[in-house]
């Protein structure tokens, strides 16, 4: 894979961030209320290792995005226990909150999420910013990501110039921008063709064992999950392992 292995170990330099492990005991959680309430999680149980690569499947409607994003940060967990390195996250609050949303994680949607107005590298100049990275080592930092996802000759174009399986790799280059000990990917090749999806999961494969970072990968796809050492399916509102 182009880019792939010496850079990325440079950027890590000189201490590889590892991963975070994550534990989930009776979590739950519902949208709406009365009689528009919405349970989704129902308790769940999960068990994710520093450094683990876990493939998340079940049904759509089934909560994998909720999940993903009560594990992320970007939503309150309800009731029930859901923590990040022995932190528990519904009690962090504020700076505490986006700290950790800043730093520990690193988030790819499904459909890219990538500011439309700005090139390949601004966007990755941009979540540089936000996580505090100064002017010169933003741009050090862009280059050598759009170089690890083999895009460094597509640094000027905007996503609407870009093929989707580029667009992803995009993406996946912005979660990695800070780091992240925790990478949580939502159907990151739902929109690409077999060889696309091929070339992102590869990428994700060799970004992981150099940084060493947890990834959860929730999918449709049986062959995407295929390439996970572990599998979880949610259905009904519980996970089974
Ligand atoms: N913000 C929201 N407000 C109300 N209901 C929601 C909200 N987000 C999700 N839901 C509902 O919660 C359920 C779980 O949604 P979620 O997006 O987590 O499913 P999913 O497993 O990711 O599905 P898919 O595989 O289709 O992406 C769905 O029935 C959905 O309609
Ligand atoms: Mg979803």
Redesign the pocket.
């Known amino acids: 894979m182009p880019g792939a292995g010496r850079g990325w170990r440079r950027l890590t330099d000189p201490d590889p961030p590892g991963g975070a492990a994550v534990r989930i005991r009776g979590l739950e959680h519902e949208?709406?209320r009365g009689a528009r309430r919405?349970p989704?999680l129902r308790g769940v149980d999960l068990d994710i290792e520093a450094g683990d690569h876990i493939a998340l499947t079940?049904?759509?409607?089934?909560?994998?995005?909720?999940?993903?994003?009560l594990v992320g940060g970007l939503e309150r967990s309800q009731r029930g226990e859901l923590r990040v390195d022995g932190q528990e996250l519904s009690r962090l609050r504020g700076d505490a909150l986006s700290g950790y949303r800043r730093r520990t994680v690193g988030f790819v949607f499904?459909h890219f999420g990538l500011v439309q107005v700005l090139t390949a590298r601004e966007n990755l100049e941009l979540a540089l910013t936000l996580s505090g990275v100064p002017r010169r080592a933003r741009t050090v930092r862009a280059e050598m990501l759009l170089d690890q996802v083999g895009l460094r000759d597509r640094a000027g174009h905007r996503p609407a110039q870009l093929s989707g399986g580029e667009q992803q790799r995009v993406a996946i280059a912005r979660a990695l921008a800070h780091r992240p000990r925790l990478l949580l990917a939502?159907?990151p090749t739902g929109n690409l063709d077999e060889e696309a999806s091929a070339r992102v999961l590869d990428l994700l494969d060799a970004l992981r064992a150099e940084s060493g970072c947890t990834l959860v990968v929730?999918t449709?796809n049986p062959a995407v999950a295929a390439r996970a050492p572990r599998r979880a399916r949610?259905a009904a509102g519980l996970v089974r392992a």
Do not use: R
Request: glycine share 18%; net charge negative.
């Open positions: 949208y709406g919405l989704v079940g049904p759509s409607g089934a909560g994998k995005s909720t999940l993903l994003s499904q939502d159907e929730v449709h949610l």
